[in-house]
């Protein structure tokens, strides 16, 4: 294991104002992801995992607490700033696939390319499609694919980048059982392949034990941060 | 950049049919401003290019009497070819038919027009009646009386063959005959008591030079001298630019009422694009997760909006081509000139330009939420609802205000009335907005909650979020209340002329009797069972002197600014020794008798003429009563009401000084029917053809017929309005058929049968058009009424009937665009909507 985090929260904790209340969905909540590595980040509804990846993917501000991604405080950056940063660095699977309607599944693997001025995205989509096992449906339209071929073509879309840390939030919840296991092997094996980093959100215990480590939440704060029987050796909870 | 481009073009995929739509409601304000401006530009060539024509020489004197020599021997000193045009209004007797009716007679001697040509059917009768000694009728004279081609009219003792009608004249616009139907006759054989004292006649020598000397500069030289003589000189140059304004203030006009519809327009790309980026939220939420600059995501809907305002301006300039060739056949009646198609460059210009920075603009205000999206709603969907305050906002809306009014100014050249108009703008639209949520305000305080499951669901369905109550209110209510205000207006005034002629009121006027025709016009009345209710002595006279200094004197002062046309006028005065109903004393005594030999007689003026030649009571004025001078003081001020049929004096001297001057006089009477009423006329017309006869029905219709011309063009415009305003409605029924899907499948599969779909969507229109057109319907009997109050200051009256017809048409025609754009909605299955809406 490489001695610097690609991803390090320190600190964090996010509350919400309504008028004279505040509500604090996240409380001082630190730990550090280091390249190659996977992570589950698992609790009950409402114990902040979503919150806890917004931030850590630089989706949102924290109230207080650093998050760096491969080195890069995003604290004092601006919204555009950090844009910038995930289009280098994070890739993103999302639960409801969040595919662009009007894109065909090329377009909507190149976009990150595209958005960094990659003039070779098209090729390196049709690759990253095949990969996947679409190599015959680039053309087609979200309406046009199942569930699974959707979450295949958005895998294909986080990894187009290179991206040095995927956040997948809640990868599977919208599959069935045999398109999930079918899914989740593709998310291993890329990320294998490529050396990234995995962080996922998720409701499902048998995916997180796929994952080296385990961080339970509760309330907000983290209530262990373990190694799974996959992991070489037990996890400090920081 | 090339990256925004290429996501606009691939965003719009699916939504190009509807985003047409968007563009269409600007389409036809565009076509209206590039239609009016094209016209306004090919009309002023036009202008330019028949400029001689429009005057019919080269130079002409004007008098309101028959030329003095002095003026005469100016003119034989110009030279040159001349051609002299008498003009007066006289009974035309049609012998055949025993009618008679008022007529504007034109007696030409010469040449007249010299350039152009009294346009007639059959063509050769213009330019022969003076040798064939016949006369050209107007055909709306023609028509009233039935009259042929072939009958004989005749004007005053003398009988003409009629030889052909008048299509067009010199000078005039078809529009006159509207007010008075003309005859072209020969001048040498007029019946030349026609012309007797007390007859009003505008006298016009008309010259045509062979020589090119320079119009103006002759003008110059002998215009003062004319002045002093009461002769006006007009040229080519200035009939060209009274013309050229006249005509500009009109087409600017239409085109300030064209740009409504743009505006109306633009609230429908604005409420469009509300709705299409409320739908792209989640996708610019994934953009903004990937990496995409908020810079970026908005210049995609930027792009995206730029485009269709591209489209909308050039495809507005393409129907304002079209458009434009229906124009002159709509303002023919005001025109001077022919005005050939053209295509105006700079209209289409300008309007593709006002197009697309009015498609911007309001646009602008729903696109820059796309900047504030944030990336979570992504992953958590709720967020999409979270909105920050605008302050871009208040800086859009002082663009929109901003180019409001810097097209208003633009167009009609002036900043005070493109601020007026602005504001004015600003106080519809907001007052109809205002009228609009009061109207939604009280439904939902007060909702009828024992109605049906159907109604109170459609009527529910104003409130839901991503309604388009708002802006259908406003550009239906907005139509709505155009049309109304104009149809209550104009018969408001025409009840006012019906109930002026009421039970009791004369509606006969018969002028211009001369003091030995008196008593024969009185018995002809009589012998018919005619009351006389007046019998009024008239006398011509012109001021000499106001408050101790000559007319002269006062025009040469042109810095006090105070000469205007109540010093120079001709004024027909009365003498009598009491008011009358239709007058009410304001200040002073009224002194009805005077002894003849007084050094200085006390009279009566009217209010309005007092503030006109700033006067004040006691103040001096001197009449010359041709060629008399009396000496009289204000002895007191009168308000008098000029709309009741009666005659109506701004003087009036008391009896025993003008009785013995020169005068003519006019009778009052009552006709119970048309007929009584032509008999009579004709009876007067056969023994005193100098006799001039109004008909108050006679007037009634022209005014009616007035108002019809003036009130086409101005419908025609406000035509515009709806038709956008109709887009807008199907546009906006288009726009949230997403929303509308999803609430049918899922009412259907909760169980509500077709029908009852259905039923919910038509209680929604039928609500929506019925609070547009309540909206309008309120407004316009609120501006009817000011019109009535502070404008034609009479009775306000409502036809009920009219405004409940104009509820339900308008009403009717909602639901039809509402279902005919929602068909396919409510009789498809789920799943088949499902699919293809997906």
Request: charged share 20%; proline share 4%.
């Amino acid at each position: 294991m490489a001695d610097q985090p690609v991803l390090r929260v320190a600190g964090l904790t996010k509350t919400y104002r309504s008028g004279s209340r505040a509500l604090t969905v996240l409380n001082d909540v630190s730990f550090d992801v280091y390249p190659g590595e996977t992570c589950a980040i698992v609790g009950p509804s409402g114990s902040g995992k979503t919150t806890l990846l917004g931030l850590s993917a630089g989706l949102d501000r924290p109230s207080s607490g650093t998050v760096e991604i491969a080195g890069i405080d995003l604290g004092p950056m601006n919204e555009d700033e950090r844009a910038a940063v995930r289009n280098q660095h994070v890739g993103f699977v999302f639960q409801s696939f969040q595919l662009i309607p009007t894109l065909t599944a090329q377009e909507n693997v190149m976009v990150p390319a595209e958005l960094r001025g990659d003039r070779t995205a098209g090729p390196r989509a049709v690759e990253l499609l095949t990969q996947v096992g679409l190599g015959d449906r680039t053309d087609h339209y979200p309406t046009q694919l199942s569930g699974g071929e959707q979450q295949r073509v958005a895998l294909a879309r986080a990894f187009i980048n290179a991206p040095r840390i995927l956040f997948a939030d809640e990868p599977t919840g919208n599959l069935d059982a045999d398109t999930s296991a079918a899914v989740e092997n593709l998310i291993f094996d890329l990320n294998r392949t490529a050396g990234t980093t995995l962080v996922v959100v998720t409701h499902d215990l048998d995916l997180a034990h796929k994952t080296d480590r385990i961080i339970r939440l509760r309330g907000g704060e983290v209530v262990s941060d373990l190694r799974t029987e996959a992991a070489e050796e037990p996890a400090l909870v920081s | 950049m090339a990256w925004i481009l290429k996501m606009a073009w691939r965003d719009s995929r699916g939504s190009r049919r509807r985003l047409l739509l968007f563009l269409s409601s600007m389409v036809l304000g565009v076509a209206a401003l590039v239609a009016i401006n094209s016209f306004g530009e090919n009309m002023e060539r036009a202008v330019d290019d028949q400029a001689r024509t429009l005057l019919g020489a080269d130079l002409s004197f004007e008098s309101d009497s028959a030329f003095p020599d002095s003026a005469l021997v100016i003119a034989d000193s110009l030279g040159g070819e001349q051609s002299l045009r008498v003009m007066f209004a006289s009974m035309a007797f049609f012998p055949k038919n025993q009618a008679a009716r008022l007529a504007s007679i034109r007696a030409v001697d010469g040449g007249f027009p010299f350039y152009g040509e009294l346009e007639t059917l059959p063509a050769e009768a213009g330019q022969t009646y003076q040798q064939r000694n016949g006369a050209v009728v107007d055909q709306s004279l023609l028509q009233q009386v039935d009259a042929t081609i072939g009958d004989t009219i005749r004007i005053g003792q003398n009988a003409y063959p009629i030889l052909g009608q008048i299509l067009q004249a010199p000078r005039e616009s078809e529009f006159v005959s509207t007010f008075s139907p003309r005859v072209y006759l020969p001048l040498a054989t007029l019946d030349s008591t026609l012309l007797s004292l007390g007859s009003r006649a505008e006298y016009e020598l008309y010259f045509k030079f062979d020589d090119d000397r320079d119009v103006e500069e002759t003008r110059a030289g002998i215009a003062p001298r004319l002045r002093e003589m009461e002769v006006g000189t007009d040229t080519v140059e200035e009939v060209k630019n009274n013309w050229n304004e006249g005509l500009t203030n009109l087409y600017r006009f239409l085109s300030l009422l064209g740009f409504i519809a743009l505006l109306l327009g633009g609230l429908g790309v604005a409420s469009a694009v509300h709705v299409y980026v409320q739908q792209r939220i989640e996708t610019v939420g994934v953009l903004r997760c990937l990496g995409a600059s908020a810079r970026k995501t908005f210049g995609i809907y930027l792009t995206q909006a730029t485009g269709m305002g591209v489209i909308g301006g050039l495809a507005g300039c393409l129907v304002g081509l079209a458009v434009q060739l229906v124009l002159p056949s709509v303002l023919d009646d005001f025109l001077p000139v022919d005005v050939e198609f053209g295509i105006s460059w700079s209209a289409m210009g300008l309007g593709f330009v006002i197009g697309l920075g009015v498609t911007l603009l309001f646009a602008l205000k729903p696109l820059i939420a796309v900047r504030r999206v944030s990336p979570l709603v992504a992953i958590r969907s709720s967020d999409a609802s979270r909105t920050s305050r605008e302050p871009l906002a208040w800086l859009i809306y002082g663009f929109v205000a901003l180019g409001i009014t810097a097209f208003a100014v633009l167009q009609s050249g002036d900043v005070g009335f493109g601020l007026g108009y602005a504001v004015s703008i600003l106080a519809v639209f907001g007052m109809l907005a205002l009228v609009a949520k009061l109207i939604i305000w009280l439904t939902r305080k007060y909702f009828p909650q024992r109605w049906t499951y159907v109604w109170r669901q459609g009527l529910a369905n104003l409130y839901r979020p991503n309604n388009q109550t708002l802006i259908l209110m406003l550009s239906v209510g907005l139509g709505t209340f155009l049309i109304l205000t104009l149809f209550l207006v104009q018969r408001m005034l025409l009840s006012q002329i019906n109930l002026s002629a009421g039970e009791g009121q004369p509606n006969l006027v018969l002028f211009d009797i001369q003091p030995d025709q008196r008593d024969g016009v009185k018995s002809i009345l009589e012998d018919n069972a005619l009351p006389i209710i007046d019998d009024v002595s008239i006398v011509t006279m012109r001021l000499a002197e106001v408050k101790g200094r000559t007319i002269d004197e006062i025009r040469a002062d042109t810095s006090s600014g105070e000469f205007s046309w109540a010093h120079r006028r001709e004024y027909r005065s009365t003498y009598r020794d009491r008011l009358t109903d239709s007058e009410e004393l304001t200040e002073g005594e009224f002194i009805g008798t005077v002894d003849p030999d007084a050094d200085i007689v006390p009279v009566s003026v009217e209010s309005d003429i007092m503030n006109d030649l700033s006067i004040a009571l006691g103040d001096t004025l001197v009449w010359n009563v041709q060629g008399v001078n009396i000496a009289t003081y204000v002895s007191s001020v009168r308000k008098v009401d000029w709309q009741q049929v009666a005659t109506n004096f701004f003087v009036v001297f008391p009896s025993g000084v003008l009785d013995g001057a020169p005068q003519f006089n006019v009778v009052l009477s009552r006709t119970p029917d048309d007929a009584t009423s032509a008999t009579v006329q004709s009876a007067i017309v056969a023994d005193y053809p100098n006799v001039s006869a109004i008909d108050v029905s006679l007037i009634l219709s022209t005014f009616e017929a007035v108002f019809d011309k003036i009130a086409f063009v101005i419908r025609f415009m406000a035509l515009f309005s709806i038709l956008t305003g109709f887009i807008v409605l199907a546009g906006a029924v288009i726009v949230s058929r997403f929303q509308r899907v999803s609430e049918s499948v899922l009412l259907k599969t909760l169980g509500a049968s077709k029908r009852q779909v259905f039923q919910i969507m038509t209680v929604e229109y039928l609500f929506l058009g019925l609070f547009a057109t309540m909206t309008g319907a309120v407004l316009s009997i609120g501006g009817s009424w000011a019109l009535a109050v502070f404008v034609f200051d009479m009775a306000y009256l409502t036809p009920p009937a009219s405004v409940f017809l104009a509820i339900v048409f308008v009403t009717a025609l909602t639901i039809a665009i509402g279902l005919l754009n929602s068909r396919g909605i409510y009789n498809r299955p789920p799943l088949e909507v499902l699919r293809a809406e997906a």
